[in-house]
């Protein structure tokens, strides 16, 4: 009872602050963050909210983004969802509202939007990470069962559970196109089931009876991202239908020609292309670690959470999923989640060189076990980002991370991850690879191990300029999103793109809070 009332009571605090119930025009959250859809930004106090223990930081970007971490924001949607609900219900009638109001409000929508500048790319990009976060969830779960289970079948343990146990983390991925189906019918306007419908025969062990290109499909043939072509072909010709058919026959006819038109657009073809592009990412990702391991991972390491702050990572997601659904475990991951470790790094080194601001000291101090776990946004704006410099040291931290985890991928000892999401430290459980899981543990422990001492390093000798140093290591006590005051970084508050994975994680994904690849 008392974590409910936890929960309530920051939902509470939250709501007056994003200007109120009518201020709220929608709610979501992905793995670390409260997304609010508000009719007025300048109702929100920034400021008051970053102030609230449970709130580790705010992002702007498509939605106002609260960030309060993996597990919190869970519990705290529905109780903030049934505030606003209370809030609206008790609300007196309306006035009307004039034609005044609606142009003032409409010219502030417009504002808005314009000031995000979000462009067509990156709009499709969220797109798709809409479609796959949500599997996060079921991939995290069935990932861990499956480490636990291969981990009992090495120790040659608990025989009779083991076969329940696979069934139990195989089963969500067998059938994974057909969510993947669901969930981009329903993101690009379509009915959710005819998606899941036509991606259903991907996986569907008849079409083993097929031949298609001079070849016999497989089932399977084409994965997530057949599936993915599949759903929105389907929407396409549901659309169509909607326009030409008949109302009175549109309930018999549309779904029969969606189902029936992009099924056989699937069947004798997209499964055959989207298979071919299938095994090219997966040759591609195994040909690029085996001969470049070591420049690929430092390039990846030390570029990931930039690409997180463009919102381009989500390029990464489907990435992820195709070489999971491949090979079980997507190389990718453990490689990206060494930009959380320079962070981690970065920070500690920060620590030491203010000794005299303990504002900021009091900050990294509760930041850093968040950080550790993968969660990074708190360290990032509150810390690195708004300092300037050691937000680039970090990313040199990062770097040195992927290099190490990447060279060992060179030598043949591959380190993967079977779901994408957590990073850090939280990511251990789902660690697996070819030579045996105490190696994959001890390479990809040591990467971080190198991220750390990188990002340190870096961030100790190059992260301040005199000038920075003579600027913040004094004995006062401003918070780090406010430095502004002194002629410092703006705000803590910086644009920054919805997680993962989400990765760090998330959706790999930020590493950060940003599902890894997520």
């Known amino acids: 009872m ?13 709501l007056p602050l994003v200007g109120g119930a009518a201020n709220v025009a929608s709610i979501a959250h992905c793995m670390t963050r409260l997304r609010l859809g508000l ?25 106002y983004q609260i960030v309060l971490g993996p597990g919190t924001v869970a519990r705290v949607t529905p109780e903030f969802e049934q505030l606003v609900e209370e809030a609206r219900e008790a609300a007196p009638p309306r006035t009307a509202v004039s034609a005044d109001d609606l142009a003032a409000q409409g010219a502030a929508i417009k504002a808005q939007q314009k000031a995000k500048n979000a462009t067509p790319f990156k709009l499709f990009l969220r797109r798709i990470a809409n479609i796959f976060v949500p599997l996060i969830p079921a991939l995290i779960g069935c990932g861990i069962i499956a480490g636990l289970n291969g981990l009992l079948v090495n120790l040659q343990w608990l025989p009779a559970v083991t076969p329940a146990l696979a069934a139990m983390a195989s089963g969500f991925m067998a059938l994974i196109a057909v969510f993947v189906g669901y969930n981009t019918a329903k993101e690009f306007g379509g009915t959710p089931v005819l998606g899941g419908a036509v991606a259903a025969i991907i996986v569907f062990p008849g079409v083993a009876d097929i031949d298609a290109f001079g070849q016999t499909l497989s089932p399977g043939q084409g994965g997530v991202l057949g599936a993915l072509g599949a759903a929105v072909l389907a929407v396409y010709v549901e659309k169509w239908c909607r326009r030409w058919v008949p109302e009175a026959l549109d309930v018999l006819v549309t779904p029969t020609l969606t189902v029936l038109i992009s099924g056989l657009v699937t069947i004798f073809g997209l499964m055959f292309v989207a298979g071919e592009i ?94 550790l776990l993968g969660v990074g946004e708190p360290l990032i704006y509150g810390v690195s980002l708004p300092l300037g410099r050691p ?84 004995s006062q006590e401003p918070a780090p999103s406010t430095v502004a005051a002194t002629g410092g970084p703006t705000s803590a508050t910086t644009p920054g793109t919805p997680g993962g994975p989400d990765s760090g994680g998330t959706d790999p994904g930020s590493p950060a809070k940003t599902p890894a690849g997520v």
């Open 2 to 14: 008392a974590t409910e009332d936890k929960n309530r009571a920051t939902a509470a605090a939250i």
């Open 39 to 63: 009719r007025d930004r300048s109702l929100v106090d920034d400021e008051a909210l970053k102030a609230l223990p449970a709130v580790m930081g705010v992002v702007e970007d498509d939605t």
């Open 391 to 474: 937000f680039v040291t970090a990313c040199v931290g990062g770097a040195f991370g992927g290099g190490f985890v990447g060279l060992f991928n060179q030598l043949g000892d591959t380190v993967g991850s079977t779901a994408i999401g957590p990073s850090g430290w939280a990511l251990f459980p789902l660690l697996d690879g070819n030579h045996g899981l105490g190696s994959t543990i001890a390479i990809y422990a040591g990467g971080l191990l190198v991220g750390y001492v990188a990002g340190f390093l870096a961030t100790y000798f190059f992260g301040f300029s005199r000038d920075l140093l003579t600027e913040f290591n004094v």
């Open 278 to 371: 299938s095994s090219a990412i997966g040759t591609f990702a195994d040909w690029l670690l085996s001969n470049g391991g070591a420049g690929a991972g430092f390039v990846l390491g030390g570029l990931f959470l930039p690409l997180v702050m463009l919102g381009l990572h989500q390029a990464l997601i489907p990435i992820h999923t195709t070489l999971i659904e491949q090979q079980g475990y997507t190389v990718l991951l453990p490689i990206l989640a060494m930009a959380g470790a320079g962070q981690v790094g970065a920070a500690m080194a920060v620590y030491f060189r203010l000794p005299r601001n303990e504002s900021i000291r009091r900050t990294i101090r509760s930041a850093l076990p968040a950080g």
